[in-house]
């Protein structure tokens, strides 16, 4: 009888995966590196390199536990660099009675699996990936009938269901949300702990080579690469996060620190987001912190929601909204992205320290990515496409289905408010409160007009009066919509006129 072949994409590195649960011996694994998903956008080497590392970890773990593998290698010449196409040649090889896959994370894979039944002449059985704690058909019952879709609301569901931070049917601590507490600028004095030190193998040097090889125009570089990629590496970094950073994660969770590209954050969603860890393990560890006394309950609530709400809530309303929820725009932006997101080559400190340390490390954290190069690209009116497509590029944590929402969603509002009841827009001050990045910056944070101004001052004003009239309805906006219809008339031509300027020099491919 013939057995069945069971495909792992290369974001679904668990080995509780729905579709290896039942594998029984004459069954095979087929786990294939195609330049279709390693090209699709302009990849961080080191993402590139954790992606295939972590694949190569994960195939060789199958097959010493007597697990049948057939591994197709990015440099096989035979290799036909798509997924249907490696998936119709191991059909062709095995004569399998049916393939077995989970459903992918992102839509144009998707679309693409659906054919392969058709394609290939084998049965195709797309199993649910319950790896998340939201099925995407239950994220779609929950938001049947509702106007609007608040991650907050979705958050509280999520914690009640799973029983996280709960003390009785009451929110531990009496509150759902620890985030005023979250917010602190990060002092100079305090000490940051050294990340965990990377360990190359042969198979990370082997795939090093290969990536350095036959990618080496892509952004940034395979030396320094230091991101678990088997599930014994992610776990370590877990409990390193645990022990030395969560009890001052929430503190300063939004801060930022020129030169410090980790601060206290756990830097576990690479990892987590190729299947090498399990969201509610983590979540029911970090709460223990919190049960034993050694970790503050703003640190715990503030890891928990990331992980049980946000993370949730993005792919629910991705799945939800898709694929028209690609092409929203409902600002009208249109600028292209400035070369400096490539480069890092600016004078903005501030934008040039996130967008450098994205090019050294495929990472940068969530106040970094929506408050610096997603407020600069919101306030500067850039295409969400071309964003879309930076992001995915440059992080190593980035697929579709958590890049687009955050993204197109929460840092540009170009879903014009299915994420977020307000655009996450910003001045100068909000930059030189939360980081040390305007001390010797430049530009100037206290000016708005002047040749030295901080860029982000007077884009953040020409945002406000160009869509003025689009939020003035919008009650989370009417303390800016109040600040800029008080304004002297010659004082909002001024801003818009430093604006003005600013932009032009964007769209003439110079540098600011």
Same mark, same amino acid.
């Given at each position: 009888? @013939?057995?069945?072949?069971?495909?792992?994409?290369?974001?679904?590195?668990? %080995?509780?995966?729905?579709?290896? #649960?039942?594998?029984?011996?004459? $069954?095979?694994?087929? !786990?294939?590196?195609?330049?279709?998903?390693?090209?699709y956008?302009?990849?961080?080497?080191k993402?590139?390199?954790?992606?295939?590392?972590?694949?190569?970890?994960?195939?060789?773990?199958?097959?010493?536990?007597?697990?049948?593998? *057939?591994?197709?290698?990015?440099?096989?010449?035979?290799?036909?660099?798509?997924?249907?196409?490696?998936?119709?040649?191991a059909?062709?090889?095995?004569? %399998?009675?049916?393939?077995?896959?989970?459903?992918?994370?992102?839509?144009?894979?998707?679309?693409?699996?659906n054919?392969?039944?058709?394609?290939?002449?084998?049965?195709?059985?797309?199993?649910?990936?319950?790896? &998340?704690?939201? *099925?995407?058909?239950?994220?779609?019952?929950?938001?049947?009938?509702?106007?609007?879709?608040?991650?907050?609301? &979705?958050?509280?569901?999520?914690?009640?269901?799973?029983?996280?931070?709960?003390?009785?049917?009451?929110? @531990?601590?009496?509150?759902?949300?620890?985030?005023?507490?979250?917010?602190?600028?990060?002092?100079?004095?305090?000490?940051?702990?050294?990340?965990?030190?990377?360990?190359?193998?042969?198979?990370?040097?082997?795939?090093?080579?290969?990536?350095? $090889?036959?990618?080496?125009?892509?952004i940034?570089?395979?030396?320094? +690469?230091?991101?678990?990629?088997?599930?014994?590496?992610?776990?370590?970094? +877990?409990? *390193?996060?645990?022990?030395?950073?969560?009890?001052?994660?929430?503190?300063?969770? =939004?801060?930022?620190?020129?030169?410090?590209?980790?601060?206290?954050?756990?830097?576990?969603?690479?990892?987590?987001?190729?299947?090498? !860890? *399990?969201?509610?393990?983590?979540? #029911?560890?970090?709460?223990?912190?919190?049960? /034993?006394? #050694?970790?503050?309950?703003?640190?715990?609530?503030?890891?928990?929601?990331?992980?049980?709400?946000?993370?949730?809530?993005?792919?629910?309303?991705?799945?939800?909204?898709?694929?028209?929820?690609?092409?929203?725009?409902?600002?009208?932006?249109?600028?292209?992205?400035?070369?400096?997101?490539?480069?890092?080559?600016?004078?903005?400190?501030?934008?040039?320290?996130?967008?450098?340390?994205?090019?050294?490390?495929?990472?940068?954290?969530?106040?970094?990515?929506?408050?610096?190069?997603?407020?600069?690209?919101?306030?500067?009116?850039? =295409?969400?496409?071309?964003? $879309?497509?930076?992001?995915?590029?440059?992080?190593?944590?980035?697929?579709?289905?958590?890049?687009?929402?955050?993204?197109?969603?929460?840092? !540009?509002?170009?879903?014009?408010?299915?994420?977020?009841?307000?655009p996450?827009a910003?001045?100068?001050?909000?930059?030189? #409160?939360?980081?040390?990045?305007?001390?010797?910056?430049?530009?100037?944070?206290?000016d708005?007009?002047?040749?030295?101004?901080?860029?982000?001052?007077?884009?953040?004003?020409? +945002?406000?009066?160009?869509h003025a /009239?689009? +939020?003035?309805?919008?009650?989370?906006? @009417?303390?800016?919509?109040?600040?800029?219809?008080?304004?002297?008339a010659?004082?909002?031509?001024?801003l818009?006129?430093?604006?003005?300027?600013?932009?032009a020099?964007?769209?003439?491919?110079?540098?600011?």
């Open positions: 009888m @013939a057995g069945i072949l069971r495909v792992v994409l290369g974001d679904q590195l668990s %080995p509780g995966l729905a579709s290896l #649960r039942d594998i029984a011996p004459g $069954d095979t694994v087929l !786990l294939a590196e195609v330049m279709a998903e390693c090209s956008v302009p990849h961080h080497a993402k590139l390199v954790l992606v295939l590392s972590a694949m190569r970890h994960f195939a060789a773990m199958l097959a010493g536990g007597g697990t049948s593998v *057939d591994y197709v290698r990015l440099d096989d010449p035979d290799n036909t660099h798509s997924l249907r196409g490696e998936v119709a040649r059909v062709a090889r095995h004569g %399998p009675a049916a393939v077995v896959v989970v459903e992918p994370g992102e839509w144009r894979v998707m679309q693409d699996m054919g392969w039944e058709q394609a290939i002449g084998c049965p195709v059985d797309i199993r649910r990936d319950d790896r &998340f704690l939201c *099925d995407i058909r239950g994220f779609r019952d929950w938001a049947a009938g509702k106007r609007t879709l608040r991650m907050e609301f &979705f958050y509280r569901e999520m914690r009640r269901l799973h029983r996280v931070l709960m003390q009785g049917d009451e929110p @531990a601590g009496g509150r759902w949300n620890f985030d005023p507490e979250n917010r602190k600028r990060l002092p100079a004095h305090i000490a940051l702990p050294p990340r965990p030190p990377a360990s190359h193998d042969a198979i990370t040097r082997e795939v090093m080579a290969l990536v350095a $090889d036959r990618f080496p125009r892509n940034g570089s395979v030396e320094g +690469f230091a991101f678990p990629v088997t599930a014994d590496e992610a776990e370590a970094a +877990f409990e *390193d996060f645990l022990r030395y950073r969560l009890p001052y994660f929430g503190d300063w969770q =939004d801060a930022m620190r020129g030169g410090a590209p980790f601060l206290f954050h756990s830097v576990i969603a690479p990892a987590l987001n190729l299947g090498l !860890l *399990d969201p509610l393990d983590l979540c #029911r560890r970090v709460e223990s912190e919190w049960w /034993e006394g #050694r970790a503050p309950l703003n640190a715990v609530e503030g890891f928990v929601r990331q992980i049980l709400g946000w993370r949730e809530f993005v792919r629910g309303i991705y799945w939800l909204h898709m694929p028209e929820y690609a092409g929203l725009n409902a600002l009208g932006a249109a600028r292209k992205l400035p070369a400096f997101y490539w480069s890092g080559e600016t004078k903005m400190r501030c934008m040039a320290d996130a967008i450098g340390q994205t090019i050294a490390h495929a990472y940068a954290h969530h106040i970094q990515r929506l408050m610096l190069t997603g407020n600069f690209a919101l306030l500067a009116g850039i =295409d969400p496409a071309e964003v $879309d497509e930076w992001y995915l590029a440059v992080y190593a944590d980035a697929y579709e289905w958590v890049e687009m929402p955050n993204t197109r969603g929460m840092a !540009l509002f170009a879903d014009g408010g299915i994420v977020g009841s307000k996450y910003a001045s100068g001050a909000y930059i030189n #409160r939360m980081s040390d990045h305007c001390a010797g910056c430049a530009y100037d944070v206290k708005a007009t002047g040749p030295n101004a901080c860029p982000f001052n007077a884009l953040y004003w020409d +945002f406000i009066g160009r /009239e689009r +939020f003035a309805d919008n009650p989370r906006m @009417a303390m800016p919509l109040r600040g800029w219809a008080a304004m002297p010659a004082k909002r031509a001024a818009r006129a430093r604006a003005a300027g600013l932009l020099t964007l769209e003439a491919g110079g540098t600011i």
